[in-house]
Structures are given as structure tokens and as C-alpha cells.
């Protein structure tokens, strides 16, 4: 079976702070794909970034960049410089069986 | 273009009723899936739809079941309303293959309380 643990439930951080969101996972597939979703209050779900099993450079788009460890099966989110818009609740899911496995998220709450 | 819409945005319920919550896909694509969303919790996996049939299932009670009409639309059917029902209930559409490679679309939901 699938998992996604992300074990911070909630981080409150000042603007323009750099913030990290964890996860780790577990699957026995070899290939598979990894991401991260935003959702504002709104309740849709924002696709932010993908990274398959295959590669594990690490990147940096914008003020996102992530942390993909097949060795710890940890897949860590960063966003740089902080702003008010950024709070949201963020998953982390994992692709498998046409399907998404997500963790239960991490509510991030970014303050002037 | 539009993307995927979702119908109705909120609808309160009481328990026993049944409710009918639509779906239209992005233009193009032909699959559906829907996820149900816990307050507090990550979306699960309900079922997925293609070519008018299921194609995979989650770890739901037959009383969830689901239509996809041949302009690709979809409906989710939930039967004998229990309490813990209420929640956000979020449609993604993709092409067939496209769900593992992430190309998934998500809609805004129906907010479904049982009261």
C-alpha cells in the first residue's frame, strides 16, 4: 500500500522567512511520481511542482525548490522569502495505480 | 478554455437523503476522477471513470457510485447520507494516462454537509 506522512500539521512563519515542508512516503513501485498541491481556501487544489522516481536533481523554480531523497524516501518543499499569499494548506502526494496517495497537510500560515 | 467545473459548490443534506454532485472535465480530456476531502484531512481516492465505465476504485461503500456520460461529464451518487459524509468532494480530470504523470486537474468541489 501507499502512504504519504507529512508530520507537521500547521507552521506559522514571518514574511520573508524560508520555510520547509516535509514528507516522506512509502511505495514499492520503482517508478513513480511525486508532488506538491496548494490549496488556498477556495478549496482547488494548485499543482506547484512534479519530480519522477528517476531523477533526483534537486531545482529551484521562483521561490519553490524541493528535496528529493529516494534513499529516505523524503520529498521536502522550501519556499523562499515568504509572503502573505503563501498561506495555504499544502500536500504532498504520490502517483500509483492511476491513482494519488496524499498526506494530511500542513496548514502554513505566513504574517505580515 | 475552461477548466473543470464542479456543481453544486455547496449543498446541505440531512442524513438518509441521497445526493447527485456533477463534474465537467477540461475540454479534451476523458477521464474522471473524484476524491472525497475530510475537514482536516488529505483528499482520498473515490473511483475514476473512462469511457463510461470504472476503472479503478477506492476503499468506498457501494452506496458511492458514479456515471460518466459520453461527453466525458461525470456524477457522483451518494446514497443513505451518514454524518460523516460532509466534505469537500473535488473532481480531477485528465487523458487516461495522464494521472500518474500528474497531469491532473482539479476543480474548486462541492461542499457537501449532512446534518
Known amino acids: 500500500a501507499q502512504k504519504v506522512t507529512q508530520a507537521q500539521t500547521e507552521i506559522s512563519v514571518v514574511e520573508k522567512e524560508d520555510v520547509t515542508l516535509d514528507c516522506v512516503y512509502e511505495t514499492r513501485d520503482t517508478t513513480y511520481y511525486l508532488f506538491w498541491y496548494k490549496q488556498p481556501p477556495s478549496g482547488e487544489l494548485v499543482f506547484l511542482i512534479r519530480?519522477?522516481?528517476?531523477?533526483?536533481q534537486n531545482e529551484i523554480s521562483g521561490r519553490y525548490s524541493w528535496n528529493f531523497q529516494k534513499s529516505t524516501s523524503s520529498f521536502n518543499f522550501t519556499i523562499t522569502a515568504s509572503q502573505v499569499v503563501d498561506s495555504a494548506v499544502y500536500f504532498c502526494a504520490l502517483s500509483g495505480y492511476s491513482t494519488l496517495t496524499f498526506g494530511k497537510g500542513t496548514m502554513l500560515l505566513v504574517s505580515p | 478554455d475552461a477548466g473543470v467545473t464542479q456543481s453544486p459548490t455547496h449543498l446541505i443534506k440531512t442524513r438518509g437523503q441521497q445526493v447527485t454532485l456533477r463534474c465537467s472535465p477540461k475540454s479534451g480530456h476523458d477521464t474522471v476522477s473524484w476524491y472525497q476531502q475530510a475537514l482536516g484531512q488529505g483528499p482520498q481516492f473515490i473511483f475514476q471513470y473512462y469511457e463510461e465505465e470504472e476503472r479503478q476504485r477506492g476503499n468506498f461503500p457501494d452506496r458511492f457510485s458514479g456515471h460518466q456520460f459520453p461527453n466525458y461529464s461525470s456524477e457522483l451518487n451518494v446514497n443513505a447520507l451518514l454524518l460523516g459524509d460532509s466534505a469537500l468532494y473535488l473532481c480531477a480530470s485528465s487523458l487516461v494516462g495522464g494521472v500518474d504523470t500528474g497531469e491532473l486537474f482539479f476543480g474548486e468541489g462541492s461542499r457537501l454537509t449532512v446534518l
Open positions: 519530480r519522477n522516481s528517476f531523477d533526483e
